[in-house]
Structures are given as C-alpha cells and as structure tokens.
C-alpha cells in the first residue's frame, strides 16, 4: 500500500537523522568535537566540507554546553534530561562515559521506526552496551515496532518509540517509564520542532510548560527564511522532502523569545550561532582555525546568523539559567530582542536605463574601464549547469547589461581561474591592468602578478587580452588573497597600492606600491595609527589618502575602524566616527565628494542594518540607508552586487 504525504513526510524528516549523525560523526574524526559513540551509529564514517564541519561543530558545542550548565547547576539533586527526536544523537553515551549522570535519567524520544533501529544498534554494540544499566530492549516486538512504545528501559535510559505528535502518549509513556514531573528537567529539541506543523509545535512546547514544574527548554533550529540565504535554506529543506514549518511565522529571534512567553515558559533567552561562537574562549577558536584550510567566511557567518539557540525556563530551572550559559573571557554576550536580515548579495532598485546584467558569483574581480563597460573575471559561479571557480573574463555593458566573454589574444595563455584577487587600470585609458593574488583554494594561491594588455575595441564582441607575468624581486608583496589594490594618482605618484589580505597562515597589515611606469614594487614603510591587520576590506582614494575601512580581523571578528594612509607623507591616521561604525566585511566602498559609501557587506551585530552607509570624511559623521525602502538624495550610486558595485550618475528622491 503506497505511503501518504503525512507518512513520506515522517520518512523525510526520519531521514534527516541519518544526514545529520553522519556530518556530527565528520567533525569528530577531524578534531573539532570530542565524542567517542558517534561512530557506532554509522555505517560509514565520511569526510565534509570545512564549511559543514564548521556548522556542525558550532551546533554540536551549543548543545552540549547547554548540558553540561544543567547538569552542573543540578549537581548532587536528582534530574531528568529528555531529549525530543533524538535520532541517533549519542549524548547519553558521552555524558555517562564522563561520569556527569550519576544522578541524571536520560529519556530519548523518537518515531518508533528510529527507536528501534537504534536499539538494534546498541544491542549489538558491547561498548555502548556496557553504559547502560540492566537494559531491557523491546524493540523486536511487532506490537513496538508498529505502535510505539518503551523501546530500552533500564535505570538511568529510556528509549521511547513516540510521535511528538502524539501528546496523550507522550505524556503516558513517560510517567510510565519514571519520569518524574517535579524535578529539575532539561527538555531538548535539536532541529525538531522545525519539521511538525506549527499547531503541533506551538501544542509541544505549551504541553511541556504545562506538564513540568522545573525546567529548561533548549531548542535549537533556524530563522530568517526571506533573505537571500534564507531562500536557498528553505528550498534545500523543501527538495529533501522535509520543508521548515514554523519558521514563516517564527522567523526571527524575538519572534522565538514571544512564542516561549505565550505558551507558558516565564523566561526565555535567544542566541544566533555568530554570537554564540564569538563567546568562546579565545583559544578554542584558535583551535578551531588551525584544524583545516577554512576560506568560507562569509557563508558561514550568514548560515551562522540563521540558526538560533532559544533556552527557555521556568521553576527552579528560571535561576539555574538565569545567568548566560556561554561565556567569553571579556564577559556574556548580549541577547537580541531583534535582528535585521541580512543579504550578501544586496539588490536596489536601479533606473530605468540600467539593464540587471547576466553574472551571478562571487569572489570575482572587477574594474570599470569605460564609462559604460565593466571588466569581470574569476570567482565561484555557474558554468554549464555546475559551479565551480571561473576562468573567464567578461565585458559588461552596465546600460544594456549584455556581455560577452574577452578571449586571450592568439599564441597568449589563457588567465585561468582566480578568487578574491583584484584587478586594477594601471593608467588612464584603462587598457593595461594589474591582476595581483587570488587563490583557487586555500591551499594554492595564485603566485604570479601579471600585466594585462586589453586590445583596440574592434567591435563589442571581439575583444582580447594579452597577459604577461611580472617577475617577483625580495621587495614584492608576499602572496596573499581578500586584498585591496587602489590605483594611486596623485601628484608624483602613479601607482598601484596594496593593503592588507590574507594566506594560509597569515593577516596581513602591510602596504606595498607597484610603480606604473617602472612595475618594480616598493614596501610602504608608514608610520603614524597603523591600522590592525585585516583582510575583505574597501580602500578608496579621497584627496591625497587611502581611506581603507573596516574588514575582517586576524581574530575573526568584524572590524569597524576607517584609517587614512596620506600617499605624501606616508602617515596612518584613524577617523574616530560618531557613532562607532556597524563592524562590517565584504563590503564595497566608493569616494563621491567627501563622503564615503560603503556599500552591502556582512554585518554580525545591530539592530538596525542599512545597505549603504555614508561617511562624512571631514566631520566623521555617518548615516545609514536602507534603499530598498527608504527614499534618499546621493548622486552617482547604483549597485549591481557585493563587491561590485558600481557608480552611475542618478538621483532617487
């Protein structure tokens, strides 16, 4: 008999149990989190991608600090930890392999069919066997197996086959298997309450409130499903069969904080995953840098700023958490009653001459070298269908927003590809161009700097390039990628100036001139503020000073400084802005007169995000517009994407 949807559903989402054990099983063998029972619950253990590994080990830390901070605040008094969909989570077996559950009876719940595949697997595992206490498993019997029910019971485990669904069993089969409804319980919810309609989510977490006298409810799971990132979130869940269900009406943190109150909790906190990270202790994150090549910052801040650890408390529990459960050494982090969504890849409403050109990607590079052509090349998009890092370079008419591809001249090499370097006119007809730095993985970065020369424009589609390698001398800048290359002329300089950037092992602070007419490079000896070293910054040209503004830092935290390199006497300064600055990265930056727009970006903090934020140079004042909703007078600005913005003379008022 074929399934209906509420049981393909059930399926999916039992499905979405075994994705997960397998990525938790993933940061265990790389050495982000310590768990030792992980791998008796696959059948294969698999490697992921840093970017995954770093999402998971961050979930996997959240979680079990807020375990352990129950545990420790319950110390000597007996408690309960009810874990709701726990899956193949192997919690227990860590926790009691510690000895921290000598007075703790762990109840896991899940459907019967995952309840009864894992007894299966502990039965027949003499390690996770020997944790549990006279076990009984019940999970061969066909009246389990169908209608759920005590799948392992022994003193200190109960393993529940139960649909959350299903409050009157639910209720049932715990007290039956000892659950106590007045000690100190921990109720968690790992991705869970997600996937149940929002009437049967909102009707758990009351049933909850209403049934314990002293507890915690930590839940973890995600937010924002209308930005950009959001989208692709939610379409990842929809095509896997297993849609997020609260969160079109639970979208943000507040929206977590009000949904507790009402439905009875007397407190509850929130906390993105940005935040959450940020507060561990400064050597943690140290280790967590140096255990794999990682480059992925700004995905993992937005998936980082969608996922949310809520702890909600009533009875006894309300003072054991009433101070914040993850603490950094400079003190606890500050809970959000809200937070703005955030868009790497910011849109604007442009004028009607400006076409929406074809180029989606990112970690390109571009330069203006016309008034109505912009010079793309590199980054991480798609090509035929699959994505992968780019080669090609690409002329675009920002008026019409046709393009077409710029091919090597004959007998030249082609480029190849290139991410996070830059492209810089080295005069003023733009048609030689420096490309410097860049990488295709962290582990390889791209060495040589080359000297583009752009052919005479036969026609709008028969463009060529002739590259050349400039050679390095002791005095060239160290390879590097996430830089900034402003083209400097000024008086009797005429150059290009590098500041900043990133490898493998290093953040960079220094500053390196290329001379246009003689290409030898020169090390910038400066003096005066020097500014911290960063990488994914904006660096412009205002009057006779680079202005290089905010950036990511060498502790991976956002900066929110603004310093002036004066290119005459080669000294920093700092402008003290007021207010500070929002901490923001990846970002673009554009001088018209003397003020500084910074354009889109990542911002981790603030309750009010804008797209573009415009800096007085002279006064270090600021202001910050949202131009997707509010209607405001600056002339030349229009954005086409992150990164790579651009100016276009126009005025919305």
Known sequence: MPKSAKEKNETAVQGTNDSSIVSKCAITMQGYFHDDYLRHFVARQTRRAPLINRGYYV??????????????????????????????????????????LSETCFYEIDFAEVACRKAAIIQSNDILCALLKEPVFHHKNPVVQKDGGVIISSSSYQLLGINLNDLSSLHRFLLHSGCDLNKPTLLLSECVLTYMEVQRSDALIEFCANTFSNAAFICYEQIYPSDSFGRVMMNHFKKLGSPLQ?????????DHQERYLRLGWTSAKVIDMNEFYLCLHEEE???????????????????CNHYILVTACKGSCITAFQDDIHRSNSGSFRMYQQKPQLDQLLEAQLPDSITEANFSGFGHSSERISSTTVLVHGGFGDKGGRHQRLSEMVAMNIHTGNSFTVEPEEGSDVIGPRMFHTITALNHNKSSLLIFGGRTSPTKPCHQTLLLTLSEEVSDVTWRYRPKVILGETTCPETRWRHTATAIRHNSIQGILIFGGKNLDTVFSDCFLLCNETLEWQKVVASGSIPEPRHSHSANLWQESAVIACGFGADERPLHSVCLLNCESWVWSRLETIPTLTPRYSHSGHILGDHLLLVGGIHLHGEV?????????????WKEYDILRESFELDNVGLIRNRSSRLQEWRNG
Request: net charge positive; with cysteine.
């Open 59 to 100: 979930r996997a830390k959240a979680i079990d600090g807020a375990l352990r901070h129950f545990l420790k605040s319950f110390q000597g008094q007996a408690n309960q930890i009810v874990s709701l969909g726990a899956g193949f989570d192997s919690a227990f077996f860590r926790l009691e392999s510690a000895r921290l």
């Open 246 to 254: 609260a969160i079109r009406m639970y979208s943000t943190p507040s």
């Open 285 to 303: 994150r140290d280790r967590i840098k140096k255990l794999e090549p990682f480059d992925e910052f700004e995905e993992w801040h937005l998936k």
């Open 609 to 621: 995000i804008s797209s573009v934020t415009r800096i007085n140079l002279k006064t270090a004042c």
